[in-house]
């Protein structure tokens, strides 16, 4: 008689020919689903979008490309520093420009890549993942076929014979001309017009009242872009937001002591999260009141 191999109908079997031994079943193995990455993720980017080769933009996912906040086409060293949490960094790379890499920043952490996703630029279909130091921008690859330079001479210069200075006669200081002798220090004042500093000036504040934050609380702000187009959130807490600002953007700060005025951080042209200034301005008129160092 020819016995079904599954785990119901050979326990079955085996009680019906009066079997005493004990019986192990062993199920089927389960198939395991564990797979590689989906092949069904596609860019999502128009190609009109994408940057040049050799160069970077940041994108925000879910945003429409025509509001995205940031350059289509820029240089890749430096750009993950000022990508915001949860962004992608688009590369074009020279050496095949059938590809582009999106490297992924993580959701929690500004400026941290945590994986690279290749995609083909015509079809947005996807290729593989790869880690981020696995896949270098072009400028970190060594370039093989750059011709050596010659080594410098390194030997010092033959030194030169010092010149020997007469000594200078030193005079009382009564005896000095006017422009010669030290001035004491008085305040502006009392100094003459020609050499009192200048009063700092700023242009008028360009932010609607209907975008400032509100009082106790911060916002991001890029000059030179529309309200409309605005990253971030319009109010937000204060604490920690200055290490998240581009440079050359704005932190926004609304005070609960004060609620006639609006302090601007300004933030430094090259370095993220460096507040260079603090400049006051009135709420309603946006006139500029005066400037602090931060």
Do not use: N
């Not at 582009?100 to 993580?106: F, Q």
């Not at 220090?185 to 209907?210: C, H, N, Q, V």
């Amino acid at each position: 008689m020819t016995i079904p191999r599954s785990g119901p109908f050979l326990v079955a079997a085996a009680l019906a020919l009066g079997c005493t031994r004990t019986v192990v079943v062993t199920p089927p193995p389960e198939p395991d689903d564990r797979r590689g990455p989906s092949t069904a993720v596609t860019l999502g980017i128009p190609p009109g979008h994408l940057p040049r080769p050799g160069q970077c933009r940041i994108w925000i996912p879910g945003t429409p490309p025509g509001r995205q906040p940031y350059a289509r086409s820029r240089p890749c060293p430096g750009i993950s520093r000022v990508a915001p949490a949860g962004s992608w960094i688009v590369y074009r790379p020279t050496r095949d420009r059938r590809l582009v890499h999106v490297r992924v920043v993580d959701p929690r952490r500004v400026g941290v890549i945590v994986i690279v996703r290749v995609f083909e630029a015509e079809s947005g279909r996807f290729v593989r993942e790869a880690r981020p130091e696995d896949e270098p921008w072009d400028e970190d690859r060594p370039d093989q076929d750059r011709p050596r330079e010659r080594p410098r001479d390194e030997r010092p210069p033959p030194a030169d014979r010092p010149q020997i200075e007469p000594p200078r006669e030193e005079r009382p200081l009564d005896q000095r001309p006017r422009e010669e002798r030290p001035q004491p220090d008085r305040p502006p004042s009392e100094r003459p017009p020609s050499e009192r500093p200048e009063p700092k000036t700023a242009p008028p504040l360009d932010i609607p009242p209907g975008h400032l934050p509100e009082p106790g609380e911060c916002r991001i702000w890029i000059p030179g872009t529309p309200p409309g187009r605005q990253p971030g959130s319009k109010s937000r807490d204060c604490a920690g937001l200055a290490r998240e600002a581009p440079p050359g953007s704005w932190v926004v700060y609304r005070p609960t002591d004060d609620r006639t005025v609006v302090e601007v951080r300004v933030v430094d042209a090259r370095r993220p999260g460096v507040v260079v200034a603090v400049r006051i301005f009135e709420v309603e008129t946006g006139r500029f009141l005066r400037e602090r160092q931060p």
